[in-house]
């Protein structure tokens, strides 16, 4: 099924800082020290999904995953440069608040997780998915949301 015809893929690499998403900190910085071979590990626990309780058409979502997939290929992203795809009324999208490669297999983990963590719990209607985001670390950050909005 081709996508209808006034619907639009956007890509775009931007420069610069914009609110919502403060990368100052990590939600969750706890660690839980395990003993290996005599030594002390620190493993962090992965970090939590935020919400943005807004649903997104599938096809939507869908489309902008895939075209974010095409544009996320393992390229260095410097700090302050974000990269996003848009399709219909879904952004996904990486802040960049620091020097890190932008990885698309990461980026199919934090969506899936947003998936997990923002759906209503017992949801079993059509396919939909939430906006919301994953802040890995202090540097970066997937997630996603309305075309309309800032993402990072």
Do not use: W
Not at 11 to 39: F, K
Not at 63 to 79: D, E, N, V
Not at 80 to 108: E, I, T, W
Request: proline fraction near 6%; charge should be positive.
């Amino acid at each position: 099924m081709s996508p209808p015809t006034s619907q639009m893929v956007v890509i775009c690499m931007i420069t610069g800082l914009h609110a919502p998403i403060d990368l100052s900190t990590t939600q969750s910085e706890s660690r839980d020290i395990a003993i290996v071979n005599n030594r002390f590990h620190r493993s962090s626990k992965p970090p939590a999904a935020t919400c943005g309780n807004v649903a997104l058409a599938d096809l939507d979502y869908q489309t902008a995953k895939s075209t974010f997939g095409g544009i996320c290929t393992g390229q260095m992203l410097k700090k302050g440069q974000h990269l996003y795809a848009k399709y219909g009324d879904a952004m996904v999208f990486r802040c960049a608040h620091g020097n890190s490669p932008c990885s698309f297999s990461d980026a199919k983990t934090y969506l899936a997780q947003v998936d997990t963590q923002c759906l209503p719990s017992g949801y079993s209607g059509p396919p939909i998915h939430e906006t919301g985001y994953v802040k890995v670390d202090k540097g970066r950050a997937y997630g996603v949301t309305t075309a309309q909005s800032s993402a990072c």
